[in-house]
Structures are given as structure tokens and as C-alpha cells.
């Protein structure tokens, strides 16, 4: 039962321009959503974050858009960079103990 | 400030074999977890802990595995006897508070059961 879905495994984009990495999610009671980044053999770390009741978060080159009534939410990155090419992970925090539930990720490659 | 540390960062067993993993969270962080992450998924919460004391374990092997963190602070990950599936990185974050929601991640000790 994955819970938190990232359908594309990979992206290639060109420098300069956007990246968008979507990201589902089958269950209303989540309410805090995050992305993270990996690089190889680093643990993730964390990127932005934002919560159910915003549609909307930015820090810097990074904006995250929630849509909750399609269970939807997406990481725009602009302009991007070719240090931003890593493994994109979204993640979703269900219940009161602040587990977090991640999808299988998304490789990105930024092309110079 | 110092990140989480994790050791060892890589190990090679065979099946059948026990092996431990160490974790040192951040300072002063209070909730330590243990994630599982198979090649080509996402991590997989195996345990969390609220200072000394077990808040999440659904997920874990409790056949095979057992965590303990003695004194609040330290932490280790054990497999005993490990299966070929048990292949992963193992990722120990922590946190300051279950309130709070950012978790921080160590490097990963790379499991790899011959």
C-alpha cells in the first residue's frame, strides 16, 4: 500500500530552466508534507516543507504547491542548476508521532 | 553543530551472520529513528524513539531485528541472523521534539547480505 507516489523515476532538465517534481498522496489525514534531497551515498536532507492547510510554500529557488483536493503536491525549482542533479524524495507526515511516509523518489538531472 | 553520525558506513555479510549499527543523533535531539531504504524506494521507518522509550516499532522485524537506545542519547540497530533481503541502507535521523516535523538524517550504513 504505497501511500506517497512519485511516478517519474527520472527528469532531465536543461540549466537555467524549470523543474517540476510531482508527488500523490492517498490519505486525506496527512497534514505536513516535505521534500528532501539525496546526493549518493549521503543520507537525505531537508529541502522544504509545507502544510495541509497552505497551498503554497517558497524558500528561495524552491516552491512547493499543494493541491488537497487531488491529493497533489509538486516541487518547482527555478532557475535550475546542475548542482541541484540528485534523488528528490517526498514525504508525508501521518498521525500524531511525526512519522514520515516517503515516496520512491525521483532522480534528477540538470543538464549544463 | 555536529550532524547525526552513523557507523559503520559500509558492511558486507553473509546470510545468517548478525551485524549492529551505531548511531550518535544531534545534541540535545530527543526523537531518534531508524529507516530502512531498499534500492530504488523511499525510507522505510523501522523504529522511533522518544528519548529512551519505543513510540513507533509497527514496521520492525522483531524476529530478526532489535534497537535500543540506552540513556536517551546513542542508539543501535541489530540483525540477527540477516537474510539476503535485508540488503539496504540503514538511516538514522533525528529530531528535536515529536512537534517537530524536520527530521535530520545521517549518512547511511550500506548493508549488503551475501
Known amino acids: 500500500d504505497q501511500q506517497v507516489k512519485q511516478n517519474s523515476p527520472s527528469l532531465s532538465v536543461q540549466e537555467g530552466r524549470i523543474s517540476i517534481l510531482n508527488c500523490d498522496y492517498t490519505n486525506s489525514m496527512f497534514d505536513y508534507f516535505l521534500w528532501y534531497k539525496k546526493y549518493p551515498a549521503e543520507g537525505p536532507t531537508f529541502l522544504i516543507s509545507?502544510?495541509?492547510?497552505?497551498d503554497k510554500n517558497e524558500d528561495g529557488r524552491f516552491t512547493v504547491f499543494l493541491n488537497k483536493s487531488a491529493k497533489h503536491l509538486s516541487l518547482h525549482i527555478v532557475p535550475s542548476q546542475p548542482g541541484d542533479s540528485a534523488v528528490y524524495f517526498c514525504?508525508?507526515?501521518?498521525?500524531?508521532?511525526?512519522?514520515?511516509?516517503f515516496g520512491t523518489g525521483t532522480l534528477l538531472a540538470v543538464q549544463p | 553543530e555536529a550532524g547525526v553520525a552513523q557507523s559503520p558506513r559500509y558492511k558486507i555479510i553473509e546470510k545468517r551472520q548478525s551485524v549492529a549499527f551505531w548511531c550518535n543523533p544531534i545534541?540535545?535531539?530527543?526523537?531518534l529513528y531508524w529507516y530502512q531504504q531498499i534500492l530504488g524506494q523511499g525510507p522505510k521507518l523501522l523504529i522511533q524513539f522518544q528519548n529512551n522509550g519505543v513510540v513507533d516499532d509497527s514496521q520492525l522485524p522483531k524476529d530478526r531485528f532489535s534497537a535500543e537506545r540506552l540513556k536517551g542519547v546513542d542508539s543501535t540497530l541489530k540483525i540477527q541472523p540477516a537474510k539476503l533481503e535485508d540488503s539496504a541502507v540503514y538511516l538514522c535521523?533525528?529530531?528535536?521534539?515529536?512537534?517537530?516535523?524536520?527530521?535530520?538524517f545521517g549518512p547511511g550504513t550500506r548493508l549488503t547480505v551475501t
Open positions: 545534541s540535545g535531539h530527543a526523537t
Open positions: 509545507i502544510s495541509s492547510i497552505k
Open positions: 514525504a508525508a507526515r501521518g498521525g500524531a508521532t511525526n512519522k514520515l511516509i
Open positions: 535521523a533525528s529530531s528535536p521534539s515529536t512537534g517537530g516535523y524536520e527530521q535530520y
